[in-house]
T-cell receptor
Framework: DVKVTQSSRYLVKRTGEKVFLECVQD?????MFWYRQDPGLGLRLIYF???????EKGDIPEGYSVSREKKERFSLILESASTNQTSMYLC????????????FGPGTRLLVL | AQKITQTQPGMFVQEKEAVTLDCTYD???????LFWYKQPSSGEMIFLIY??????QNATEGRYSLNFQKARKSANLVISASQLGDSAMYFC???????????????FGTGTRLQVTL
């Protein structure tokens, strides 16, 4: 079974703090993704990575950065957390190809005070 | 414009009955893929079923089937013999080819909350 893990299920941070969300997958997948989920908006793509050290912006990259130093690990960084970044963050991985299926982690609920 | 539209914010179905969750999509690319995911209250997104735009037959996976009507650009999820454990949020998503040729991105709908009752 594909396993995608995220470092925290719940996180509370203060405005201005630097926040790291970690994601690890164990299936040797090429592609990894970070989404945020907000009520009524569905999931929106923040960043994705198709190889180590490679990254591309998604639909809402502002206020976020990412790091992929190893194939299995993809980190989302909030340089200076703001209250409008309070959300559910979901990481996913996929092998690529025309029928690529993305497999998701359990999510991190982040509250920024 | 919305690429994926799920018009039913919430649905109720009785246990053992079938239910259809609606999804329409918008794309001008002939090659695309459609996905359905389930999200229980625990938060994890669970992959259910996939339909490719060139697939001739509707996809099926156990109690899940996808009613794919290409001309109408709809990809409705049908759950047969509903169970209490089917209560969850359901998301429709579409993958279009990425212009850079790298990873394929998914665009999600806003979801439908299904409640299965006794």
């Amino acid at each position: 079974d594909v396993k995608v893990t995220q470092s925290s299920r719940y996180l509370v941070k203060r405005t201005g703090e630097k926040v790291f969300l970690e994601c690890v997958q164990d299936m040797d997948h090429e592609n990894m993704f970070w989404y945020r989920q907000d009520p009524g908006l569905g999931l929106r793509l923040i960043y994705f990575s198709y190889d180590v050290k490679m990254k591309e912006k998604g639909d809402i990259p502002e206020g976020y950065s990412v790091s992929r130093e190893k194939k299995e690990r993809f980190s989302l960084i909030l340089e200076s957390a703001s209250t409008n970044q309070t959300s559910m963050y979901l990481c996913a991985s996929g092998q690529g190809g025309t029928k690529e299926t993305q497999y998701f982690g359990p999510g991190t609920r982040l509250l920024v005070l | 414009a919305q690429k994926i539209t799920q018009t039913q914010p919430g649905m109720f179905v009785q246990e053992k009955e079938a239910v259809t969750l609606d999804c329409t999509y918008d794309t001008s690319d002939p090659s695309y893929g459609l996905f359905w995911y389930k999200q229980p209250s625990s938060g994890e997104m669970i992959f259910l079923i996939y339909q490719g735009s060139y697939d001739q037959q509707n996809a099926t996976e156990g109690r899940y089937s996808l009613n794919f009507q290409k001309a109408r650009k709809s990809a409705n999820l049908v759950i047969s013999a509903s169970q209490l454990g089917d209560s969850a949020m359901y998301f429709c998503a579409m993958r279009e080819p990425d212009i850079t040729g790298t990873a394929s991105k998914l665009t999600f709908g806003t979801g439908t909350r299904l409640q299965v009752t006794l």
